[in-house]
């Protein structure tokens, strides 16, 4: 069964997968790496965990749009 393969493109498949669904169902996500985290490859625990804990893969946080981030509407060119 592919759940303990270790291929690379395999691993990177079932993680990608598995973190597409935790964006659908997020319990059936947390669910599946629960039951099968002895048999699944490490990295594909620790991302589908990232994503789930922090809405990203790469585990950072998404920070909040500070007002130096946004664009002054007064400064931008209007053509009529």
Excluded at 25 to 32: G, I, K, L, T, V
Excluded at 58 to 70: L, N, P, V
């Amino acid at each position: 069964m592919l759940i303990s393969d270790r291929d690379d493109m395999i691993v990177k498949a079932m993680s990608w997968a598995l973190r597409r669904l935790g964006t659908v169902d997020p319990e059936a996500a947390r669910s599946f790496v629960d039951r099968h985290k002895e048999q699944l490859a490490s990295l594909i625990v620790r991302e589908v965990g990232r994503k789930l804990e922090t809405g990203r893969k790469d585990g950072r946080r998404a920070r909040a749009q500070s007002a130096k981030e946004t664009p002054d509407k007064s400064k931008t060119r209007q053509f009529d």
